[in-house]
């Protein structure tokens, strides 16, 4: 038990300052586009949601590979090697003269960000079934805690350029391959490695093989891909519309970002721990969905600082969805499929993360400024909600399924 705990907190700290990473330089991008660039907000909007079309577009091909990489060769050194690419991939957008370097950081980027298929294969591996909610929860809450603090670095770093929070973030790569290079041990057991099949290291191919194992999984694994769509709204065009409805700052989205993940990370960490075992997860995924809807309404109506902060805290409780219907996927294959699973999810988030992004600055400039069909720049979190109505429906549907099967079912 020590050792286990031992390895959690490790992939803790990894995830925690990789999201520490990520995060420092949300305040600052979208100056940083409209400087290089020479663009308005919502021209900015748009080109940042094609940065995060190709971010996702690799990592739906990659994630699926560094998954299937890591049933062969184990989750460490597939960690460690992420890890030391982010860091230069940082220093690359730190450095850049002009846009399309940006855009070149974003797509390697991409690649590197894939490695969370084998952080949540680690986690698998090293949690008895009936605790994995409550552990990808605990790397949640590592997102969350990166949420808090590196978006609040970020907008204090941006006060001394538009730049700084990039070194500071490949500092902080380094740092973290450095500290998993002296620290981490392999989860995998050579027992439960498998061949790496070229054939299998992409989303179709790993869909079909998991469906095989469970039809329950299909059903989680397209509620995630839906859900991802609606939460990807936040990194997509979150700072653009707090630019554009409240008159934000970098220090102040870098604030608000701050608090976005301080609620993530609560509900996560202590949330999954204490709470949503008593609830199950039927109803832990359907507060989930209702708090994310009703703080997209907030959002539209918000008047104030105070009004907007209460629509944040409101939806934080969206921290229930994503561990929830993962500790059921994960349950439903067996051990030498971990990663392919997370591989297999991520790349399926990643659809949604490809489509979300252009739509949602889309829907932002039909909604803002000149020539807007009406002027509600909360639009994009609107239609979110939508798709996380669908994402219960989803959720809802294999849940059912997984009465028939031989693994514990959830509470109803």
Request: no cysteine; aromatic share 12%.
């Amino acid at each position: 038990m020590d050792q286990q705990r031992a390895s959690i907190g490790i992939v803790f700290a990894v995830v925690l300052i990789d999201m520490l990473g990520f995060g420092i330089v949300m305040p600052v991008l979208p100056g940083l586009i409209m400087e290089l660039g020479h663009l308005t907000v919502d021209a900015a909007a748009v080109w940042a949601g094609w940065l995060g079309a190709g971010y996702a577009t690799l990592q739906f091909i990659f994630a699926p590979i560094i998954g299937n990489l890591s049933d062969r060769f184990g989750r460490r050194p597939v960690l460690l090697a992420s890890l030391v690419a982010f860091g230069i991939d940082y220093l690359v957008m730190w450095l850049a003269p002009g846009l399309w370097w940006l855009v070149l950081g974003r797509l390697v980027a991409g690649i590197t960000g894939a490695s969370w298929s084998a952080a949540y294969a680690f986690i698998a591996d090293v949690s008895p079934p009936e605790k994995r909610a409550a552990n990808f929860g605990l790397m949640g809450m590592a997102f969350g805690l990166g949420f808090i603090f590196g978006p609040v670095l970020g907008g204090l770093l941006g006060t001394l350029g538009p730049r700084v929070p990039f070194l500071a973030a490949a500092l902080m790569a380094f740092a973290n391959a450095a500290l998993g290079w002296f620290i981490l041990k392999e989860s995998l057991t050579p027992e439960h490695r498998r061949p790496f099949e070229l054939a299998r290291a992409n989303a179709f191919a790993a869909f079909r093989a998991l469906r095989h194992q469970s039809g329950a999984v299909a059903w989680f694994i397209a509620a995630t891909g839906f859900w991802m769509l609606a939460h990807v709204v936040y990194p997509a065009i979150w700072s653009y519309v707090a630019i554009a409805a409240w008159n934000y700052d970098s220090k102040a989205i870098g604030l608000a970002l701050g608090v976005v993940g301080l609620s993530s990370a609560l509900v996560q960490g202590l949330g999954l721990r204490f709470i949503a075992p008593r609830l199950g997860e039927r109803l832990a995924v359907t507060i989930g969905v209702a708090s994310f809807a009703l703080s997209a309404v907030l959002y539209t109506l918000a008047g104030s600082t105070s009004a907007i902060y209460v629509a944040i805290l409101v939806g934080g409780l969206q921290g229930f969805i994503s561990p929830s219907i993962s500790a059921l996927a994960s349950r439903a294959i067996d051990a030498k499929s971990q990663g392919e699973l997370q591989g297999a999810t991520q790349a399926i988030g990643s659809i949604a993360s490809i489509v979300g992004p252009p739509l949602y600055s889309a829907v932002f400039m039909r909604f803002h400024g000149p020539g807007a069909l009406a002027q509600v720049p909360t639009m994009p979190f609107l239609l979110a909600a939508l798709f996380s109505l669908v994402t219960l429906l989803l959720f809802l549907r294999g849940l059912a399924l997984t009465k028939n099967q031989a693994y514990p079912s959830a509470r109803s």
